[in-house]
């Protein structure tokens, strides 16, 4: 079927987070909410119809998780990553958030360090710091000729040696920089990994939201790192149904999955996630090819946008993501005039850049998967904000 993305769902959106709580925690009356990562666009249609089907069948007794929704897992890494898993690796829990406290809780103690490479998702650093571990930054670097990111592995190579962490977190693709790291890229890392014993978590939930390129989940990238990785991945993002919870962790190494066992407890699906993640990996393929086609649009929009009427705004078109993140040191607004300029005067709620675990101070992150008007009412505010503040 065709989906329709420039319908307007906005009708029955106030019990969201991104909707209903914009004002209240931005601190401003009436934002276009541009913030947290979840789309304006109702779900494909099986999920909706699997949803319907299993409510009608009035049992909402404890759950477990079906073969069949392993085996739908199962088939989408395969068909799509080019992945072979087996079943019994997969780990069901509400959130990939869940998975990332599980990991640094089964391989670190109390005092140990982790190494996070921002800017990038801010849980990825409060996680580490809520249980009493030290985040250790390797951060990204731009590459002045075409504004893209990379890792700095000759910086992590030095902070394995000299801090002693043997965790790492890797965002692949990466929120919020958009990248899609290259299997070379990967590559490198893992053979950093091997060398100093690392341990990673890669959270490769926007694995389905490529706009160029090709995801490579991390074990692909060098098979030793099957020995030494936890993979965290969900239908929440791809198929815009966060707010059913659930996500999932791959661990395909018995010794690693022990450990990863015992700090994760069981954890089961409630009725309606288990039908929704089944129903989307079986069946929502039609919707997320539209769905992205949709978003490169409004990716190159954007960047067209702000390149035409706000120049001195920086920006590349993400790889992977629907979030734009854009470099507004160039304007030299001190931070907090920054944040009350874009809430109060444009109106709209955009992530800061602050939240990213470091390296984001200056830049904004902006979602930009809503129906194309409502991205350009976005950035039209943003633009005549800043325009009118840089005395344009
Ligand atoms: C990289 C990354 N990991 C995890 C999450 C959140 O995952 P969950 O809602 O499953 O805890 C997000 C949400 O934006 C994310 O971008």
Known sequence: MKYNFDEDVTGNVQDTIKWGEADALFGGEDLLPLWIADMDFQAPKPVIDALIKRAEAGLFMYTAMPESTLEAVASWLSERHGWAIETDWIRFAPGVIALLEASVRAFTAPGDRVIVQPPVYGPFGSVVSALGREAVHNPLKQNPANGKY??????????????????????????????????????????????????????????????????????????????????????????????????????????????????????????????????????????????????RGNARFAVEYLAEHLPQARCVVPEATYLLWVDLRPFGIPAKSLKTLLVQEAKVAVSDGSIFVGEGEGFIRINLASRRARVEEGLRRIAAALGSANGG
Request: proline share 5%.
């Open 150 to 295: 990379e890792m700095d592995l000759a910086d992590l190579e030095r902070k394995l040696r000299e801090t002693g962490a043997r965790l790492l977190i890797l965002c692949s693709p990466h929120n919020p920089v958009g990248r899609v790291w290259t299997k070379e890229e990967l590559a490198g890392l893992a053979e950093l990994c091997v060398r100093f014993d690392v341990t990673v978590v890669s959270d490769e939930i926007h694995a389905d939201l490529v706009l160029t390129g090709k995801h490579c989940p991390l074990v692909l990238a060098d098979p030793r790192m099957a020995e030494r990785t936890v993979v965290c991945l969900a239908p929440s993002k791809t198929f815009n149904i966060a707010g059913l919870q659930s996500a999932f962790a791959i661990v395909p190494d018995d010794r690693l999955r022990t450990v990863f066992d015992k700090a994760l407890g069981k954890k089961e699906p409630n009725p309606l996630s288990a039908a929704a993640m089944e129903a989307a990996y079986r069946e929502g393929q039609e919707w997320l090819a539209q769905c992205l086609d949709y978003l």
